[in-house]
């Protein structure tokens, strides 16, 4: 297993290592195979927790200076309606003193949001320290590479999809998350983003033509087997 991902409960985290930079993110991954390298399915029966169904925490990947104001009325909106806890995904004590600030303009106690450190959660690639991708986290588009819940037998999962080779950090992001909330994770070479599979709740999946065109790069083919050992679809 990875030496350096922070499991929930095995004490304070420690101070993250020293990022050098590396240009390569087919290195990193090859570096790193205990965030990237394809696992077993899940055990059967396994179902693709449905996006309308009941959550206990939003998640929202906020990059600094990008929508801010959606991000903050997201969040109001949420802790004005709801029970559930927004977790903000952000890269470093800088950006959370930032993003603390937005919300404090807007009356909105930080306490009452889980500010969760990427920097913290394992090893991330460092291109380049002057290029915006040189984040732990590197865009907002969390539907697309977080994490999928399952219902398996031994109870919630998380299913970790590819994401774009040149994204590593923000396709690394479910297995690190599973690994702070003590889940198991399951990884598939199937290249696909998040927000072209949809499903019922109750096996019936939905996929679009996009995802189609993206696995055709992946060691595996977008088959019914395919989505049906990890996602549970029918």
Known sequence: PEPWIWVRGAGAPPSPPAVPPDPSPTRFRQRHPALYKTTAPPPKPVRLVAEFEPVEALYLS?????????????????????????????????????LEGRLIEQRIPPKRVRFLDATQLGPWHNPDPGSPDSRAVQTMWIRDWGPAFLETT?????????????????????????????????????????????????????????????????????????????????
């Open 154 to 234: 031994r109870g919630l999962a998380v299913v970790d999809a590819r994401y774009w080779d040149d994204r590593p950090n923000d396709d690394a992001f479910p297995t690190k998350l599973a690994a702070l909330e003590e889940l198991p994770v399951y990884r598939t070479s199937l290249l696909m983003e998040g927000g072209n599979l949809l499903t019922d709740g109750a096996g019936t999946c939905f996929v679009a033509d996009r995802a189609e065109l993206a696995v055709s790069e992946s060691e595996d083919d977008l088959t019914d087997e395919t989505l049906g050992r990890f996602y549970g679809c029918k």
């Open 62 to 98: 906020w990059n600094p200076g990008v929508v801010d104001a959606f991000n903050v009325s997201v969040i109001r909106e949420v802790l004005r309606y709801t029970r559930v806890v927004p977790v903000v995904i952000h890269h470093g004590a800088d950006e959370r003193e930032y």
